[in-house]
């Protein structure tokens, strides 16, 4: 057997016999990201349902001066609950939490009203608050809606057409498609596919270099009579092997919680079927010799495990900063931006979810600039292993 | 012959020659931080000495690494093992790293642990090993390509008294085979206990190079021990 194929499989051996790390690189980073991005969707979901489907509940003060708003607001579902307050309870009541929003009429409404002249309601709300914001929101828009509704009849009464008051009519045309808006929600996904990309090869990556040296296996292994750049090479294939592992689980759990969440509801469409989950591997692939040589790399150079550890922990921060700066920036999809790898699979799984075409070339160019940054770290790597100081 | 390594402002070794001969055992004897494991690991070709040449067998080992090291076991200051693999699986790795068929992988493993008596933890996984049971793996796997040289840096390091009597059989039926064994020391009795020859080495000089009864003869005393002293002292003073 060669030597790499020898190391290939002791490695990948010795690791799958390792609960700690097995657990950690093949259940919580494939696993993590799909849960957390499955909660948070439905959570979102959830949110939006409240606003349409749940009545308006209002406190309404000083109702029995107002009657016709009054049946307005209950004719368009409105829940009213009558007190009598203050000014003052108002406030009180709406800080307390008591009522969400109240509405209180004062008393010179219905002179004011019947004068054609504007009449005073006030709206008691606290905007900090983002739940009762929308409450609120919704409450000024049945008020306005009221307000031009009387405007109209007034001015029709008066002989004079309501549509002089409509000298422009705006009409909304939102070009985004279905899958289109549902890219905000889902770039938090290439995210965390990446990020279970790395977790499965991070604790291989480390226990195969530092690991080694500090249970003092790696001078008896250097002074074997085969290439160093075998032994780190055999090394790295095998934490190739655990990241497609852990890349495969990372899609598979995401093409599930695709089932479960109803992307729909929200005018999203889910586009992560099994298919394009295969696409998405196929994209990512070159990123994992990548990944795998950095982290080898940077482990090379610690003398423990915890040292490794720490360093690695920034390492997997890396691959996310093009991914900030590209939604910073909005950045869209370009043949230029192929050359920098995590940003390019993170533009390309972003297109093939907007259902848009990505070019072949595009596909190549970002798998070759990975394979060739990645081939630039092996060198690094070898060398580095080639050192009298690797001894440590 | 005429090695030399220097790191940074240390001398670790300076013009160090010596030669171990087969069927024989050679203690290398020095303090601690004296140059004894560099010696050994420019031997064993991990470090490049700055000048000077080290043959196994009479190949030299910067020029032809992989052919010289076939032909030596080595079993380092730092010997740890493989915890999640088997005894067995350790033996093998090493072996297949040295490019041995399977086949005969097999019968060296059994053929070691009979030897060294490791039938009763072969097929266990190392992680609850005693430091007795862990130097004898280590062994095995510096043995397994069947080396005729076999070179051990402190071999004797955290093991109890049985352990160490085990060991120092285990190094006696290697001279026995005609092998050629050098491991170095800081104890004088190990040495004294073992050796045919023995190199003193001091601030990465080689001090003296004889026979037991040489050394003790020359410098006249009694115990290895007194003559140790002396020849250090010896060296206290030319420095």
């Known amino acids: 057997m060669p030597t ?49 489907d749940v009545p308006l509940k209002i406190t309404i003060s000083g109702g029995h001066y107002a009657p016709g708003l009054i049946r307005y607001l209950e004719g368009r579902g409105a829940k009213l609950t009558r007190t009598e307050l203050t000014e003052n309870e108002a406030r009180a009541a709406v800080r307390n939490g008591r009522s969400q929003v109240v509405l209180l009429v004062p008393a010179d409404y219905p002179k004011l009203f019947v004068d054609a002249l504007p009449a005073p309601v006030l709206l008691f709300a606290d905007s900090a608050d983002s739940q009762t914001r929308k409450i609120a929101d919704r409450a000024k828009a049945m008020l306005g809606a009221y ?46 596919v990446l990020f279970a990309l790395l977790m499965g090869g991070l604790y291989l990556a480390i226990d ?16 074997l009579p085969v290439a160093r750049s075998a032994l780190v090479g055999g090394k790295i294939l095998a934490t190739c092997a655990y990241m497609c592992i852990s ?5 598979t759990a995401f093409v599930c919680v695709f089932r479960f969440v109803h992307l729909e509801r929200i005018g999203m469409s889910a586009n992560l079927s099994v298919g394009t989950a295969a696409i998405f591997f196929g994209i990512c692939l070159p990123f994992v010799p990548l990944g795998a040589t950095l982290m080898t790399l940077v482990a090379s150079f610690t003398r423990t495990y915890r040292e490794a550890q720490t360093y690695l922990t920034t390492v997997l921060l890396v691959p996310t900063l093009p991914i900030v700066f590209a939604s910073i ?11 920098i790898p995590s940003l390019s699979q993170h533009l390309l799984m972003t297109s093939v979810l907007k259902d848009e075409a990505i070019s072949l070339l ?12 990645a081939l630039l770290m092996f060198v690094l790597t070898a060398r580095h292993w080639r050192r009298e100081s690797m001894l440590g | 012959m005429g090695l030399n390594k220097r790191f940074g402002s240390i001398e670790a070794a300076r013009d160090v020659s010596f030669t171990a001969r087969d069927g024989e055992i050679t203690g290398l004897l020095g303090a601690n931080g004296a140059g004894k494991s560099t010696c050994l690991r420019m031997l064993y070709g991990v470090l490049t000495p700055d000048s000077g040449k080290a043959c196994i067998d009479g190949i030299d080992i910067r020029g032809e690494t992989s052919k010289a090291r ?8 730092a010997a740890g093992l493989y915890n999640n693999l088997t005894a067995r699986e350790n033996i093998r790795y090493f072996g297949a790293l040295h490019g041995m068929e399977a086949k005969r992988l097999g019968a060296r493993t059994a053929e070691l642990s009979q030897a060294l008596g490791m039938e009763a933890f072969i097929e266990r996984r190392a992680k609850g090993f005693s430091q007795g049971q862990r130097i004898k793996v280590a062994l095995a796997r510096a043995l397994v390509h069947d080396p005729g040289n076999v070179v051990l840096d402190e071999p004797t390091n955290g093991l109890d008294v049985m352990a160490i009597r085990n060991l120092r059989e285990m190094l006696l039926a290697l001279k026995a085979q005609g092998r050629c064994v050098l491991f170095s020391s800081h104890v004088m009795q190990e040495v004294a206990a073992l050796c045919d020859r023995v190199v003193i080495i001091g601030h990465g000089r080689v001090l003296a190079d004889a ?14 021990e007194e003559a140790f002293l002396q020849v250090l002292g010896d060296a206290e003073g030319v420095s």
């Open chain 1, 4 to 52: 790499l194929l020898t190391v290939f499989v002791k490695e990948f051996l010795e690791n799958l016999r390792d609960r700690r790390t097995l657990l950690s690189a093949l259940l919580f980073g494939p696993l993590f990201g799909p849960l957390l991005f499955g909660l948070m969707v439905s959570q979102m979901l959830k949110q939006s349902v409240v606003e349409s």
């Open chain 1, 247 to 251: 890349l495969a689980l990372s899609l």
């Open chain 1, 208 to 223: 195969s270099t530092a690991g080694e040296r500090e249970r003092g296996s790696l001078e008896a292994l250097l002074s």
């Open chain 2, 70 to 77: 076939a032909h030596l076991g080595v079993l380092p200051h």
């Open chain 1, 362 to 373: 595009d596909v190549l160019v970002s798998a070759a600039a990975s394979l060739g940054l």
């Open chain 1, 329 to 339: 920036y909005s950045l869209k999809t370009k043949s230029s931006l192929m050359i």
């Open chain 1, 147 to 192: 307000g031009s509704t009387i405007a109209q009849l007034r001015l029709e009464m008066r002989g004079v057409s309501p549509l002089l008051s409509i000298p422009i009519a705006v009409n909304e045309v939102d070009i985004a498609t279905p899958a289109g808006r549902a890219v905000v929600v889902l770039g938090f996904m290439t995210y965390f």
């Open chain 2, 211 to 224: 026979t037991l009864q040489e050394i003790r003869e020359r410098s006249g005393t009694a115990t290895l």
